[in-house]
């Protein structure tokens, strides 16, 4: 069986079997949305509606208190706030249903996601489940910051030799602002990779990018050279990169035998893509990685049918899932 890496070798062969898998399944993409999709459309068009309905009336509840005050303008007052009630209550029923079609539509990405990188891809809704990623994420040790909180949205699991999941994540930290009030800084947005590996990494084994070497396992190490710690800087000596990606391992021999040098190699092509702070940690069994990434809205997605818009919001999954499985297959 051919590797990933040979179908799709570069972001090129990437786009091109997701253009022409997406092309072929977009009816059937659109149709299987239509419905709630609609719903989520004319909900908006009658908010608007509401809305701009609600201003106008207490423009004219000002005008006729200022004349009247009497009955008239408590009764137009009575009714401004009913009608208030009413455009609350759609709104709720609004964001609804705007959670519902973002599962409808990552749902029916499952199918083309999985058709582009030829394994088995499936969509989970999880509503329940932040108490467990954020035990993932302190396992990882890839942010060890207090007083955070984690919010993710639902996920993508890819199923191959073992198991690997795809979470959009915010994490956002919690402090006193200058006047003390408490307020909620995002310290990261984007996704958070958990995977099973095929073997067990017997060492503690991280690596970062230049310019990312606070927050997190071996922060300390960083911060000061003379500190005693588990975990060293390891050199790996690519000399193409060394200065760009960070390696420190708590056992340098087993960090240079997962770490090959075409995992090395593609992920600094990945690096070089977006040039953004990539955190990655082995331990045990498990592969931890996040991946920056700004677009991401936690229980959102798009509802233009319009086939670019699908294609940015589709592909904005595509690529880091292709890119994760690469560097997977890489490792074993």
Do not use: C
């Amino acid at each position: 069986m051919s590797s990933l890496k040979e179908k799709l070798p570069d972001l090129a062969a990437l786009e091109r079997g997701f253009n022409a898998v997406l092309e072929a399944g977009l009816d059937d993409f659109i149709a299987s949305t239509h419905v709630r999709r609609e719903a989520v459309l004319s909900y908006r068009r009658y908010l608007a509606v509401s809305f701009a309905f609600s201003i106008t009336t207490f423009i004219a509840i000002f005008f006729v208190y200022n004349k009247y005050q009497g009955w008239l303008d408590n009764l137009l007052l009575g009714f401004a706030m009913l009608w208030l009630t009413v455009v609350l209550l759609s709104a709720r029923r609004w964001l609804t249903n705007e959670k519902l079609l973002t599962k409808e539509i990552n749902m029916a990405l499952a199918p083309i996601i999985m058709n582009t990188i030829g394994k088995l891809v499936v969509f989970s809704s999880h509503t329940d489940n932040q108490k467990q990623i954020k035990e993932l994420l302190a396992d990882s040790e890839l942010i060890t910051i207090p007083n955070i909180d984690v919010a993710t949205d639902d996920e993508y699991v890819v199923h191959d030799d073992s198991k690997t999941a795809f979470r959009e994540m915010v994490v956002t930290q919690k402090h006193k602002d200058k006047l003390g009030r408490d307020e909620h800084v995002v310290i990261f947005k984007g996704v958070f990779v958990v995977a099973e590996l095929s073997r067990v990494h017997s060492a503690k084994t991280f690596i970062s990018t230049e310019g990312d070497r606070v927050g997190f396992a071996h922060r300390n190490f960083w911060a000061d050279m003379l500190e005693h710690t588990e975990v060293k800087e390891t050199e790996l000596e690519w000399n193409d990169f060394e200065d760009l990606l960070h390696v420190a391992s708590s056992d340098g021999s087993a960090a240079r035998e997962i770490l090959t040098a075409n995992f090395m190699q593609d992920l600094y092509e990945w690096w070089l893509e977006h040039r953004l702070n990539i955190r990655i940690s082995f331990k045990g069994n498990r592969f931890y990685m996040l991946l920056p990434e700004e677009s991401i809205k936690i229980n959102t997605s798009t509802t233009s049918t319009k086939p670019a818009a699908i294609r940015r919001y589709a592909f904005s999954l595509v690529r880091p899932i292709w890119r994760t499985m690469v560097l997977l297959e890489d490792v074993s």
